[in-house]
């Protein structure tokens, strides 16, 4: 672990990652490797920057060369980079199986010729699929519902048989839905705070009783690092721990951090194969690698609320529709940056 690889760093989770992981002793360089798609910010690494430790390297995990040439300066890699918005999959599933298969199976070659000593494919929760009562434990079966989730669970099968077959040192992690400052807006708690902040509605699925268990996104990291560091190869962990809401009742909080109140709701019909329920069983982890979350969801909403409301800057481009903003303003007109100059 004295090299470490990440993939898809200047993303939620895995900027999250490298802030704290940077900072560990024993880790000489952290090399993040991040094609920056939409979801991806070189601004989230932030203050990781000042780091002499942090080299970045834009790039995607499809190029083979660069991979082969990246994983021989490597000892570690933690495996962030992939297509992750649900919604998207809907629509353009083959994205999702380029990166988060074929982008898996290109990092875990390159892993198995430089001889890595570990690498830590992060997954989701979401591979169970849905579980209307009970916790899935972490040899259950894969019943993915989306394309995301299967997608998800294609490469965790594939990152299992890498263990298999080659003796990787590979340990898989499936974590539930994370939230914490700097995730892209489209996911639903920023969706709705950016909505909320500036005055606008929100809309939700159905009649709002989907459960989702909500994990802070520093504890999602501690569980990685506990991985990372004395996690038995071909094993999977579940990182779970966080509170489970409805959509409603997480919508009640968020009314409530924002200052709005429900005349800001509007329900509409369900999304397709809108699973109701996740839920993990998060023993393996906290008996066996001492993981533990330590974030109270009140508090860790509240301020990843705050951090929206003081950093507009970071989300509101994000935002901007140039097509819905040329209509709205019925010049046709699309500016693009720089134009006239
Ligand atoms: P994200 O969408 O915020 O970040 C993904 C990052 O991967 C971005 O920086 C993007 O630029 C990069 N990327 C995408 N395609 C790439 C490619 N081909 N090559 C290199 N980089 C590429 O996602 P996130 O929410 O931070 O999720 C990170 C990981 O954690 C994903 O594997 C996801 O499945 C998993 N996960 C997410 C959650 C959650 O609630 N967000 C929960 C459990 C697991």
Redesign the pocket.
């Known amino acids: 672990m004295e090299h470490l690889l990440v993939?898809?760093?200047?993303?939620?989770?895995?900027?999250h990652f490298v802030k704290r992981i940077v900072q560990a002793d024993d880790v000489a360089t952290v090399t993040v490797?991040?094609?920056?798609?939409?979801?991806?910010?070189i601004e989230?690494l932030g203050r990781a920057f000042l780091n002499p430790k942090l080299r970045f390297v834009r790039?995607?995990?499809?190029?083979a060369g660069l991979v082969d040439d990246l994983m021989a300066r490597h000892t570690a890699v933690v495996?962030?980079?992939?297509?992750?918005?649900v919604d998207r999959s809907f629509l353009a599933a083959g994205?999702f199986l380029?990166?988060?298969v074929h982008?898996t199976q290109t990092l875990l070659d390159a892993a198995r010729r430089h001889g890595v000593e570990k690498f830590v494919h992060?997954?989701?929760?979401?591979v169970y699929g849905p579980l209307p009562t009970g916790s899935a434990v972490e040899d259950d079966p894969l019943r993915p519902s989306v394309p995301?989730a299967a997608s998800?669970a294609a490469s965790d099968l594939i990152a299992l048989s890498s263990f298999r077959t080659h003796g990787l040192p590979v340990c898989v992690?499936?974590?539930?839905?994370?939230?914490g400052p700097?995730?892209?807006p489209e996911?639903i708690i920023p969706l709705f705070v950016t909505r909320l902040l500036k005055g606008e509605p929100v809309t939700i699925h159905g009649h709002g009783e989907h459960v989702r268990n909500w994990?802070h996104?520093e504890d999602?990291c501690q569980g990685i690092e506990r991985v990372l560091r004395g996690g038995v190869p071909g094993e999977v962990y579940n990182?779970g721990g966080g509170t489970d809401r409805t959509t409603n009742e997480l919508t009640r909080d968020l009314l409530r951090v924002c200052g709005a109140t429900w005349d800001a709701v509007t329900y509409i019909p369900d999304r397709q194969a809108n699973d109701e329920r996740y839920s993990m069983d998060w023993t393996k982890i906290a008996d066996s690698l001492g993981y533990q979350p330590v974030h109270d969801f009140e508090e860790g909403l509240a301020t990843t609320a705050t951090w929206y409301r003081d950093h507009p800057d970071r989300w509101a481009p994000l935002l901007y529709d140039p097509h819905a903003a040329a209509a709205s303003n019925g010049s046709g007109i699309l500016v693009a940056a720089g134009a006239g100059r």
Do not use: M
């Open positions: 993939t898809g760093g200047a993303g939620f989770i895995g900027s490797l991040d094609a920056l798609t939409y979801a991806g910010h989230n790039g995607t995990i499809l190029d495996h962030f980079a992939a297509e992750s918005h994205a380029a990166t988060n982008g992060v997954s989701t929760d979401e995301y998800k992690t499936r974590a539930s839905n994370n939230y700097c995730q892209h996911k994990l996104v999602h990182i």
